[in-house]
């Protein structure tokens, strides 16, 4: 499976950014497709994730702000992030869960900076 994510960028507080993901490769093997985030200084901790069946799952700290939908025809994810805060700025990792090993796949961070 590979990964191609695209949207981040630098916004002030109170804004929105849209991350998208693109999967392509053995994608019959996708359970889940989600975003990590890792700032400075951290570990990489989920962010959001939504399944096959359309189940989703938040973070408590972006619950409210953050949507996580997909479109399972183009086979896309999309993280649509509203009232950012500073707190928010890391580096953004798509991420797609497979029912085989390696049992994970990563795409390419996308930095997100929010200034205040």
């Known amino acids: 499976v590979q990964l191609q994510a695209s949207g981040g960028g630098l916004v002030q507080a109170g804004g929105s950014l849209r991350l998208s993901c693109a999967a392509s490769?053995?994608?019959?093997?996708?359970?889940?497709m989600g975003w990590y985030r890792q700032a400075p200084g951290k570990q990489r901790d989920l962010v959001a994730s939504i399944t096959t069946g359309e189940s989703s799952n938040y973070a408590d700290s972006v619950k409210g702000r953050f949507t996580i939908s997909r479109d399972g025809v183009k086979n896309l994810v999309f993280l649509q992030m509203n009232n950012l805060k500073p707190e928010d700025t890391a580096v953004y990792y798509c991420y797609a869960g497979v029912n085989v090993r390696p049992w994970t796949y990563w795409g390419q961070g996308t930095q997100v900076t929010v200034s205040s």
């Open positions: 490769g053995r994608i019959f093997s996708i359970n889940d």
